[in-house]
């Protein structure tokens, strides 16, 4: 028996959508536990202090000062402001100034 992996949260939240694309691209088997903030069972804290300990560990860490400035930052600024900090940026980008609408040509 295959383990499938557990999604918490709702179909409709725009990030469940982007992590169950993925899987689906992936092949990876998956089932969703609805579990809706603030009003769900003592699973929901369990998955809030899961978050925290998380979050608290040290990748994530060294992200918070990259997150903090592009935060601050307008959005054409962002690879600029990254390249001032340091962060490993690749070589070429496909962003512009103009945002583009509708599905991204490559």
């Known amino acids: 028996m295959t383990t499938r ?18 899987l689906d691209l992936k092949g990876v088997a998956y089932e969703i536990d609805p579990i809706v903030p603030f009003m769900g069972d003592d699973r929901f804290s369990e998955t809030a202090a899961f978050v925290d300990r998380v979050l608290a ?18 959005i054409p600024r962002h690879r ?11 070589s070429e980008t496909l962003a512009t100034a103009v945002p583009r609408r509708g599905i991204m040509r490559i």
């Open 80 to 90: 600029s402001t990254l390249a001032e900090m340091g962060a490993p940026l690749s």
């Open 57 to 74: 560990l040290e990748s994530f860490e060294k992200l918070k000062p990259f997150e903090d400035r592009c935060m601050r930052t307008s």
């Open 5 to 22: 992996a557990r999604i918490i949260g709702s179909y409709r939240s725009p990030y469940v959508r982007k992590v169950l694309a993925c």
